[in-house]
């Protein structure tokens, strides 16, 4: 806390002596959640118990502004409650950087961005800051930015490294890719918006004579976005191609989505998904399944994270069906959406073919403003799944319950600003 301490009197000692116009301020995030796990991301087993925890974001943003250049910087420890002692002399986690960056604008219409920095486009199928986690996510970029009043380009590349290195490391960076450059394009027909994406993605593998190659893989579509006074809907369609540790990939993605406002506070929507993947009796190398690779994945295909969060990559692909329902009055949100899985390609038993029928998860939350910077919610969630469902996890039993619940507190409040005029 002394460092941050010290760089906000270094950026109050700045903003005192400059003869520029202004604008600094910060605020706080306290997020601590309770959650409870039976069967949370798979089926759980025979003979388990479930376990419940409460972890904490504890986040600082701090946000400059100066004439033509932007600065942001973001502190944040992430923890659970007691995996420190109560007289420990340190912190397990630490303080860590979760946005630093610059930004500095040519003029009106052209921009660069630099620094650690959250990418977060459309529906965040593909790129997204996937806040549900604690610890968020973001990526060391470079970015520049072309915006008018109907369109925007963004054309943004990174380079990773483990360390300062003097030779090339013999391991491959398991925790990050190599590099990536992307072009996202965004324009507006009346009341369609259009995003086009283009994403490249690097990753380091160890080849067959142990060398290490780069092999880029190509996530390109479109989503389209309608809205008008009662009715919202939007459809993705993304594919992939290029290679993945030396095997090509042909794979993937739609989704569709249609809202409708019924009255002023009820609102009810239809959507579907699907996800390219291989059949179990595929012995081709070739990667089929699509994956949606820096996606908020937590808010798509059930809150319960079956899907694609950390896990049924390379596999079957999936097909999501849902319904959602949401109610507001006053300060006062609630919303239940019922999702039904199939498997979308062949599931196997020894040598039969399975049902493509994989369960049921229904999902209901809520949340309640205390006042302007206080947020309540929870929520739960409960997955009926079938033998099929076990059969693709490997683990856990459909016959027990599996549900998840949580209740969460958001405080939010800016604890300064400073604004001076030139």
Avoid: C
């Amino acid at each position: 806390m002394k460092i941050i301490t010290r760089l906000v009197l270094m950026l109050l000692a700045f903003a005192s002596v400059s003869s520029y116009a202004q604008e600094f301020d910060a605020n706080i995030q306290l997020r601590p959640r309770y959650e409870y796990r039976n069967g949370y991301k798979t089926l759980i087993s025979n003979g388990e118990s479930p376990t419940s925890f409460i972890s904490q974001r504890s986040r600082m943003n701090l946000n400059f502004k100066q004439e033509k250049l932007k600065l942001k910087l973001s502190f944040q420890n992430s923890r659970t409650w007691g995996d420190v002692a109560t007289k420990s002399v340190s912190d397990k986690n630490g303080v860590a950087l979760f946005e630093a960056y610059a930004q500095y604008d040519f003029d009106a219409k052209w921009s660069a961005k630099m620094g650690r920095q959250v990418l977060s486009y459309d529906n965040q199928r593909i790129l997204g800051e996937i806040d549900w986690i604690q610890e968020g996510q973001s990526h060391d970029a470079i970015l520049f930015i072309f915006r008018d009043k109907k369109q925007q380009l963004d054309l943004g590349m990174a380079i990773n490294a483990n360390a300062q290195n003097l030779i090339e490391p013999t391991t491959p960076y398991t925790t990050n890719y190599k590099s990536m450059q992307y072009a996202w394009y965004h324009t507006q027909f009346s009341k369609i918006n259009m995003s086009l994406l283009l994403l490249n993605t690097g990753y380091e593998f160890v080849n067959t004579t142990t060398d290490l190659e780069v092999d880029y893989k190509q996530t390109f579509g479109t989503y389209l976005f309608y809205k008008e006074k009662k009715i919202d809907a939007n459809l993705g369609v993304y594919g992939q191609s290029g290679k993945s540790s030396d095997k090509q990939v042909s794979a993937w993605y739609a989704g569709a989505y249609l809202g409708y406002l019924v009255t002023d506070g009820f609102k009810a929507g239809v959507g579907y998904e699907y996800l390219s993947g291989k059949d179990q009796d595929d012995t081709s190398t070739e990667v089929k399944s699509f994956l949606p690779i820096f996606g908020t994945n937590h808010g798509f295909n059930g809150f319960m994270d079956y899907f694609y969060v950390g896990n049924h990559q390379e596999n079957v692909g999936l097909q999501d069906a849902y319904v959602k329902l949401s109610y507001t009055k006053n300060k006062w949100q609630f919303n239940l959406t019922p999702h039904f899985f199939s498997a979308p390609n062949t599931v196997l038993k020894g040598a039969d073919k399975m049902n493509s029928y994989l369960g049921t998860e229904l999902d209901f939350t809520t949340s309640y403003t205390l006042q302007k910077d206080i947020t309540i919610s929870g929520g739960y969630s409960q997955m009926f799944g079938t033998e099929t469902l076990e059969q693709v996890k490997g683990i856990g039993n459909p016959a027990n319950t599996n549900n998840w619940g949580w209740v969460m507190i958001s405080i939010n409040p800016k604890i300064f600003s400073f604004n001076k005029a030139q």
